[in-house]
């Protein structure tokens, strides 16, 4: 199978909710362009779309770890692309982490002002984190 067939079904796999399989997909095109037959000839927006969705997964399977390590990967191809950053900060958030996620929310923002999302999220989490500063944690 093609480099650009095997993004191109992993993106049907993940639009259809098909999780494992577009995970097996999104790994395999992963591999090629890192290591395989394309590597280093890969679209960096394509490689950083794929750790990104990649970690979707993970997101949504609660491996929270493994989500993060995925979008710091996708934010390391394509340093331009809000949504790793956002979705690092979710999972930052989830974790506690408030400083970490105020960090990629604003980083997100300063890179898509538009992004309703992160800016509720930076909200949200300024919101929480003095709330868990007043009660001393």
């Known amino acids: 199978m093609e480099c650009g067939a095997v ?20 790994t395999k095109f992963i591999h090629i362009c890192t290591e395989g037959e394309w590597k280093n000839k890969c679209c960096t927006k394509d490689l950083a779309k794929a750790y990104n969705n990649r970690g979707q997964i ?23 692309f809000e949504v790793p950053y956002y979705n690092r900060g979710l999972t930052r958030y989830r974790l506690g982490f408030f400083d970490q996620a105020l960090e990629d929310f604003k980083k997100a923002l300063a890179l898509n002002p538009d992004f309703k999302d992160a800016r509720l999220s930076l909200e949200q989490t300024l919101i929480d984190k003095k709330e868990k500063e007043s009660k001393g944690c």
Do not use: S
Request: hydrophobic letters at 35%.
């Open 7 to 26: 993004l191109k079904e992993a993106e049907l796999q993940f639009h259809k909710q098909n999780f494992r399989a577009a995970e097996e997909f999104y």
């Open 58 to 80: 993970k997101y949504f399977r609660v491996d929270f770890y493994e989500a993060m390590d995925d979008y710091t990967l996708a934010i390391q191809n394509k340093e331009d």
